[in-house]
């Protein structure tokens, strides 16, 4: 079974935004921290960016970090991927990830998985 439910994906011009939503329905994940990464065919996992367990502390690649920001609704159990500005090179699949204290760029040290959603940035 997929342990996180992600929703948002989707195709977009070059400049535009996408949200992507990453929850756990059924079950508290206020004190985990959550991570996003990308994969496109032939490369592996990418990190993206991630947020502590507090909240309080974010991390991105240089890549995005000025177009991209990490917000939670703990109310609804589900942690926003905001993408702005989008780029071709963006063009992946996007998995969030949680782990109740890791909060890093290793994709082997999260606990939990979501499905991955496709988002095409097109020209």
């Known amino acids: 079974q997929v342990e996180l439910i992600q929703s948002g994906g989707g195709s977009v011009e070059a400049g535009g935004s996408l949200r992507l939503s990453c929850a756990v329905p059924g079950r508290s994940f206020t004190l985990y921290a959550t991570g996003w990464f990308r994969q496109v065919p032939g490369k592996e996992r990418e990190f993206v960016g991630s947020i502590s367990w507090s909240g309080d502390t974010t991390d991105f690649i240089d890549s995005v970090k000025d177009r991209f920001t990490i917000s939670r609704d703990k109310a609804k159990s589900t942690v926003y991927l905001q993408m702005n500005s989008l780029k071709l090179e963006d063009t992946a699949v996007y998995y969030c990830?949680?782990?109740?204290?890791?909060?890093?760029?290793?994709?082997?040290?999260?606990?939990?998985w979501g499905q991955g959603t496709q988002v095409t940035v097109s020209s």
């Open positions: 990830a949680t782990d109740p204290t890791y909060s890093g760029r290793l994709a082997r040290n999260y606990a939990y």
